[in-house]
Nanobody, 115 residues
Framework: QVQLVESGGGLVQAGGSLRLSCGAS????????VGWFRQAPGKQRELVAA???????NYADSVKGRFTISRGYAKNTVYLQMNSLKPADTAVYYC?????????WGQGTQVTVSS
């Protein structure tokens, strides 16, 4: 069973930065569009950013200009660089294919931004 693994979360002050990583065995990340999603307490999971296999990107309005999604050199990893973080960015962050596949949700990584 394919599992996508997220890492890189943590506690940061408002205005700070974090870089999240998403990896998986095999070529599933390299061959597919991948998205970063987040879920804050009491809210629905939302798409934050996505990148196609060819490298085209799109972002939620709330993170445009602050977050950057990219692929690693070997393209088996997808990153989410998060700058100018706000308390509203506090959530569990997940990666998945885009559109997401039920069986590929991982444990996520917690991002907490303090004011």
């Amino acid at each position: 069973q394919v599992q996508l693994v997220e890492s890189g979360g943590g506690l940061v002050q408002a205005g700070g930065s974090l870089r999240l990583s998403c990896g998986a065995s095999g070529s599933i990340i390299r061959l597919n569009a991948v998205g970063w999603f987040r879920q804050a307490p009491g809210k629905q999971r939302e798409l934050v950013a996505a990148i196609t296999s060819g490298g085209s990107t799109n972002y939620a309005d709330s993170v445009k200009g602050r977050f950057t999604i990219s692929r690693g050199y070997a393209k088996n990893t997808v990153y989410l660089q998060m700058n100018s973080l706000k308390p509203a960015d506090t959530a569990v962050y997940y990666c998945n294919l885009q559109p997401p596949q039920f069986d590929y949700w991982g444990q996520g990584t917690q991002v907490t931004v303090s004011s």
